[in-house]
């Protein structure tokens, strides 16, 4: 009977726990140096970038108001950054100008600001002395008189007239029964401008008590209409189908009342 001895080799297995507790190190360190380039980032990205100047500014404008001039009334210079600037704020300056119907501000973290103006719209225009001298004053579909024009120009005689307003001034707003009248207005100078050509005034007569009548004159005729203080397409539509019916008529009604939704008129008798 032999007997079998099995030698421990206590070198190697030290050895291996060596290798083993280096590779241990080794992962700790890394791990160590992971967390710290992870921190870094964090504090640069959340508590550095927040306070460095925005690296991009987005302005979308339009024709009127130039990039400096909105940079300018915003407040946004070149230390302007992500928490410096207040998004309310910089809206409510800009939509404050005169030219600005509304304003879009959105800032994107970390760097980057985007301005959004939406110009205001011309819905018709008004004649008006400034300075002793006549020149138009265009009005949007809020009713802001907003900004003064050049008699005859191509921009000016693609919108009807307002008249039988007093001491118009720029910023000054129209009444509010007459904002509908505005809206449509500018309504239909985007869906049917070759209905709203047909049309070269309208004149605002306030009534004795309470409210206001309007008064069209049409470009290619000599009768007069009266409506109630809005105009709409279709009431525009039916005018002109009705005014065609004297075209070629020898007696016609100086002015036709549409008040009271259907038209009527007198025809005065020749003498």
């Known amino acids: ?18 290798s083993a507790g280096k590779i241990e190190k080794g992962l700790k360190r890394l791990l160590i140096i992971a967390a710290v380039i992870f921190l870094a980032q964090l504090v640069w990205l959340f508590v550095v970038s927040p306070f460095i100047p925005f690296s991009t500014i987005e302005v979308h404008g339009f024709s009127g108001l130039q990039r400096t001039e909105i940079l300018s009334i915003a407040g946004i210079d070149e230390t302007s950054s992500f928490f410096s600037v207040n998004t309310a704020v910089i809206r409510d300056k800009l939509s404050s100008h005169i030219l600005v119907e509304s304003a879009v501000v959105i800032k994107r973290f970390p760097d980057r600001l985007s301005i959004f103006l939406n110009p205001r719209q011309p819905a018709a225009v008004t004649l008006t002395n400034i300075n002793s001298v006549q020149v138009p004053v265009f009005v ?4 802001v008189f907003f900004k003064i024009g050049q008699i005859g120009s191509a921009e000016t005689v693609n919108y009807p007239v307002l008249s039988g307003i007093e001491n118009v001034q720029l910023n000054m707003r129209l009444p ?22 047909s049309i070269s005034e309208i004149r605002i007569e306030r009534k004795v008590w309470d409210g206001f009548d309007l008064v069209i004159y049409p470009v290619h005729s000599s009768i007069k209409v009266r409506v109630e203080n ?6 525009l539509r039916y005018m002109l189908l009705m005014l065609n019916v004297f075209d070629n008529d020898i007696q016609k009604p100086q002015e036709i009342d549409f008040r009271s939704g259907m038209g009527s008129y007198k025809i005065k008798e020749q003498s």
Not at 1 to 10: L, P, Q
Not at 140 to 143: E, T, Y
């Open 1 to 18: 009977m032999s007997t079998d001895y099995y030698c421990i080799d206590s070198e190697n297995i030290n050895n291996k726990k060596k």
């Open 176 to 197: 509010s029964a007459l904002i509908p009248l505005v809206e449509n207005l500018c309504h239909m100078g985007t869906s049917s401008p070759e209905l709203l050509s």
């Open 140 to 143: 949007d579909r809020n009713g």
């Open 230 to 235: 809005n105009l709409t397409e279709d009431t």
